[in-house]
């Protein structure tokens, strides 16, 4: 449930999102050719790595690249921390964006400036052989308004197209059709993402898409109905033509899996909060991948999180693959973030490390 722990944390301090510049930038020197390891690639969990955030932050729109939001590359942040999480053995980057930063108005041709900075960014890291997720970071919303009704359908499904139509040609590059839906009919999302699946392929783009469900996405939810028609009912009618899609949950590991503290339930915490969601994807032949996961430095957060990727990896069946929640130029002292400083790894590390 991200959507409350941005909340909490442009209380708590609105330099996270970029509201006057960064407090901190981090710059790590690593091997000038660092690549993602190919034969990680190709066996279980192949996508293993962490959200670059940053291009999604700040509350100004479409606001002043470098003073509200900045893209994770060394041409606009001195940013080279990717080299370090290759190094790592991850394989996957996560690129948080926003819609009206890149289309100014809807239906409306992408933002030349906009555009050529995701560009430079996923082209610059699918060269390095990583996989790059896009992550239009809006909350199936635009400048607030909801998409399936005050935003249309058709509106969306323009927006994914000319999406697609810039990036089909990089098979390096998966789709994530919108970050943690929420407050609406369930039913109304999978109208939503329907239509943006479909214009995807219209386009003849042939590439993973990653499908959230409503309701944050969350795994632990995802047979609840609190928000309405769970998700474990309602997406089960996502069509793709091409029979290539998994659905995106995220998940965290404090008392209301809401990722707004650093404190973790239990160390075995994440392994129960998926089983309902990994039960579900077996027994419906389906795919998942975990977009979003995060603990805080003690040890039952570490434990939770190692933990965690225990579980998908005795599951890998089901799932694709994990990106971890954050890295990026500006965290500064922000308790999830891996962001090495001064070279040195975070704690969070030490529990990812033997799964990398």
């Not at 700040?58 to 939001?69: E, L, N, Q, V």
């Not at 359908?153 to 999406?163: E, I, Q, V, Y």
């Not at 995106?248 to 160390?267: K, P, R, W």
Request: aromatic letters at 12%; a negative charge.
């Amino acid at each position: 449930m991200k959507n409350t722990r941005m909340l909490g944390w442009l209380t708590l301090g609105a330099f996270l999102w970029g509201c006057g510049g960064p407090l901190e930038e981090q710059s790590v020197t690593q091997e000038p050719e660092a690549r993602a390891n190919e034969a990680t690639l190709a066996g279980p969990l192949p996508y293993r790595g962490i959200n670059l955030a940053g291009a999604e932050f700040g509350s100004a729109i479409p606001g002043t690249h470098g003073k509200d939001y900045v893209y994770p590359d060394p041409s606009y942040a001195n940013y080279t921390t990717a080299d370090y999480y290759l190094t790592k053995g991850m394989t996957t980057f996560r690129l948080p964006f926003m819609w009206e930063r890149l289309q100014r108005t809807r239906n409306a041709a992408f933002d030349a400036t906009e555009l050529s900075r995701l560009k430079t960014t996923v082209n610059r890291l699918t060269g390095k052989g990583a996989t790059v997720i896009l992550d239009p970071h809006n909350y199936a919303r635009y400048n607030g308004a909801l998409i399936g009704s005050a935003v249309p359908n058709a509106d969306f499904a323009d927006f994914w197209t000319r999406l697609a139509n810039e990036f089909k040609g990089n098979t390096k590059v998966i789709f994530g059709l919108m970050n943690e839906p929420h407050s609406m009919p369930t039913e109304q999302w999978l109208g939503a993402a329907n239509a943006a699946i479909q214009a995807i392929r219209n386009t003849g783009a042939t590439q993973l898409i990653l499908v959230p469900g409503n309701a944050w996405t969350g795994a632990h939810s995802w047979a609840s109905n609190w928000y309405g028609t769970p998700n474990a009912t309602v997406m089960l009618q996502v069509k793709d033509p091409r029979n290539n899609y998994a659905f995106e949950v995220h998940q965290y590991l404090d008392s209301d899996s809401s990722g707004t503290q650093a404190s973790c339930v239990s160390a075995t915490i994440g392994a129960q909060r998926m089983q309902t969601f990994t039960n579900w994807l077996r027994a419906n032949g389906k795919k998942g991948f975990l977009g979003e996961v995060a603990s805080g430095t003690d040890s039952v957060c570490l434990s939770a999180l190692d933990n965690i990727m225990d579980h998908l990896e005795a599951n890998s069946d089901v799932y694709l693959g994990w990106t971890y929640w954050a890295g990026g130029p500006w965290w500064g002292s922000y308790f999830f973030s891996l962001e090495p400083t001064s070279g040195v790894d975070k704690p969070q590390m030490s529990a990812l490390s033997s799964h990398l």
